[in-house]
């Protein structure tokens, strides 16, 4: 039952550069997402979230895009540096109603100098 | 910023004993979570906990598995007798409200032998 989905297992990109990193989910109800950086020996950090009311939301360098009718969700880092390697997870539930998170399978980051 | 935290960080374990794992939430959170990591796959969803009751669990959560907050301040989950399938990470995740992120421990992983 894989109801959230990315689809990359690694990405690698150089610093400076633009990190998009790609989620897809196939049940429309859910209507709050949010992306996690994942640390080794650490457990996930919030990093930023997103009503399905919204198709963007921006944070610093860190921006969630939102296409509902895709049920796709991209999180970008501009400009990326090496300390954001990580892996990367996005995840979903129902807002507000106390529910479990639905996760991917993690895109691991790595930033090159 | 206040913080989960989790004890221990590793447990090692002999197949069939029972094991305690320990959350401290954040002081003002209501809803707290568990999940797992199976090495490799993705966070997977295991029980969620509100008013000193289960709201939701997954299949995962058998009669092997319990949850309770002893004490007012501690989270714990018991694997009353353990399987070599259950060697995992495990994270705590607690939240305010029941909506928004949900604020993770660093984890305890453990090994059954």
């Known amino acids: 039952d894989q109801q959230v989905k990315q689809n990359s297992p690694s990405l690698s990109v150089q610093e400076g550069r633009i990190s998009i990193l790609n989620c897809d989910y196939t049940?429309?109800?859910?209507?709050?997402f949010l992306w996690y950086k994942k640390y080794p020996a650490e457990g996930p950090t919030f990093l930023i979230s997103i009503s399905s009311i919204k198709d963007k939301n921006e944070d610093g360098r860190f921006t969630v895009f939102l296409n509902k009718s895709a049920k796709h969700l991209s999180l970008h880092i501009v400009p990326s540096q090496p300390g954001d390697s990580a892996v990367y997870f996005c995840?979903?539930?129902?807002?507000?109603?106390?529910?479990?998170?639905?996760f991917g399978q993690g895109t691991e980051l790595s930033v090159k100098p | 910023e206040p913080e989960v935290t989790q004890t221990p960080s590793h447990q090692v374990t002999q197949m069939g004993q029972e094991v305690i794992l320990r959350c401290v939430p954040i002081s003002n959170h209501l809803y707290f979570y568990w999940y797992r990591q199976i090495l490799g796959q993705k966070v997977e969803f295991l029980v969620s906990?509100?008013?000193?009751?289960?709201?939701?669990k997954s299949e995962i959560f058998d009669d092997q598995f319990s949850v309770e907050r002893p004490d007012g301040s501690n989270f714990t989950l018991k694997i009353r007798s353990t399987k070599l399938e259950d060697s995992a990470m495990y994270f705590c995740a607690t939240t305010r409200t029941g909506g928004g992120p949900q604020h993770f421990g660093d984890g305890t992983r453990l090994s059954i032998l």
């Open positions: 995840a979903a539930n129902f807002y507000n109603q106390g529910g479990k998170l639905i």
């Open positions: 049940n429309s109800m859910f209507d709050y």
């Open positions: 906990f509100y008013n000193n009751e289960i709201s939701e």
